[in-house]
Structure formats: structure tokens, C-alpha cells
T-cell receptor, first 115, second 112 residues
Framework: DAGVTQSPTHLIKTRGQQVTLRCSPI?????VSWYQQVLGQGPQFIFQ???????GRGNFPDRFSARQFPNYSSELNVNALLLGDSALYLC??????????????FGPGTRLLVL | RKEVEQDPGPFNVPEGATVAFNCTYS??????FFWYRQDCRKEPKLLMS?????NEDGRFTAQLNRASQYISLLIRDSKLSDSATYLC?????????????WGAGTKLIIKP
């Protein structure tokens, strides 16, 4: 069975540009969460979507937005890119709304470099 | 103070040795605890959940100490393949905005 897939795997952008990252959850999973992992740090929670609705948001500026589609895939958009947005962006899927008893499975990530 | 703190390491350990590292958390109402493993330039993978009674999975043992607000991971008979970064993860309580709070990780290097 396919795991969580993300595209693209790598991306280079310049400051001020916009980027869209994509995630396809494990088949049957209805929840997608997005995380940002800066080099040398643990992942930081950005968003969680469940059944196409935003169910959680981390401490990120409004430049970050996301959505979930009817097939449960998701996109993360970042506008007006800053150098500090350079990071590994991880998508995690879970069967239901992520919670203490719900395991999240991570995709390989998209590595974004902002120049 | 960070919500979840870990010694970044690296821990350089000979193959076959036992190694242990801790992780402290600041929110006494934290609900769930996990250890994830992350290989270089890869995604994190769940290693094990940590239960109040402690739990063991093969060579790995996890413990939770709520009074002192830390969790630990013990690896026995370490293998070269155990070399990775180990991330401690905590979930807050009383929070409908469910999210994982991650430590920065402890780097472990097993040497032959």
C-alpha cells in the first residue's frame, strides 16, 4: 500500500515568491496535518485538516494557508516567502482526527530552500 | 523555557552498549508521549508510545515520570542501525487544537 506521498521533493524559490506543496494521505485516511521542520529543530505544527475542514492551527503567520480536497489530499500554500521559511515541510495523515490514540504517519517531506 | 527539551548530543556509543536519554516537558497536564526516530534527511517515524506504566519493545524501553515531568528511552545492545536522531513528542491536554509538540531531538551515533 502506498504511504503518504508529497510533492515536490525539493523546491528552490526566491524571497517574495509563493509556493504550493502537495500531500496525498494514506488511502482511507481523512486527516492531514502539516509541519515545518527547520534544520536542527523538531517539527512545528502548522495545520490540521479533517473532513476538509481546518481543525487546528499552529503559531504561523497568515502567509501560510492550506486546504483539503474531497479526496482528502491537501495543499499547503506559503505566500511572500522569507529566507526563514527554508525548511523541510512534512505532511502526516491519520485515519481520523489526530488525537492521543491516533497514530500519524509522515510523508517524506518537501525540502524548500528560499534564496 | 521550551515546552519539550532534549539534550541534542551527539551521543557516541560503541556497538552493543546500552544508552539512555531523557526528555523533559514543561506542561504538567500533558496527555500523551511518544518517541520518534528520524534518520538523516528522512521523515520521522514512530518508535513507540510511552505509557504511565512504562513499556518495552524488544531492545527499547520507554518510561514516563509524571512527577518530574520527563520521559526516557533506553536502548540495549545497540546496533549500528540505531544511529539516528530520537525525537521526544508530547501532546497537550485540554486542547481541542490537537497537535504534537516536538523536542529538537537527540542525535545518537553507534560506532563499530
Amino acid at each position: 500500500d502506498a504511504g503518504v506521498t508529497q510533492s515536490p521533493t525539493h523546491l528552490i524559490k526566491t524571497r517574495g515568491q509563493q509556493v504550493t506543496l502537495r500531500c496525498s494521505p494514506i488511502s482511507g485516511h481523512k486527516s492531514v496535518s502539516w509541519y515545518q521542520q527547520v534544520l536542527g529543530q523538531g517539527p512545528q505544527f502548522i495545520f490540521q485538516y479533517y473532513e476538509k475542514e481546518e481543525r487546528g492551527r499552529g503559531n504561523f503567520p497568515d502567509r501560510f494557508s492550506a486546504r483539503q480536497f474531497p479526496n482528502y489530499s491537501s495543499e499547503l500554500n506559503v505566500n511572500a516567502l522569507l529566507l526563514g521559511d527554508s525548511a523541510l515541510y512534512l505532511c502526516a495523515s491519520s485515519l481520523f482526527l489526530a488525537g492521543p490514540q491516533e497514530t500519524q504517519y509522515f510523508g517524506p517531506g518537501t525540502r524548500l530552500l528560499v534564496l | 523555557r521550551k515546552e519539550v527539551e532534549q539534550d541534542p548530543g551527539p551521543f557516541n556509543v560503541p556497538e552493543g552498549a546500552t544508552v539512555a536519554f531523557n526528555c523533559t516537558y514543561s506542561n504538567s497536564a500533558s496527555q500523551s508521549f511518544f518517541w520518534y526516530r528520524q534518520d538523516c534527511r528522512k521523515e520521522p517515524k514512530l518508535l513507540m508510545s510511552v505509557y504511565s506504566s512504562g513499556n518495552e519493545d524488544g531492545r527499547f524501553t520507554a518510561q514516563l515520570n509524571r512527577a518530574s515531568q520527563y520521559i526516557s528511552l533506553l536502548i540495549r545492545d545497540s546496533k549500528l542501525s540505531d544511529s539516528a536522531t530520537y525525537l521526544c513528542v508530547v501532546t497537550p491536554s485540554m486542547d481541542s487544537n490537537y497537535q504534537l509538540i516536538w523536542g529538537a531531538g537527540t542525535k545518537l551515533i553507534i560506532k563499530p
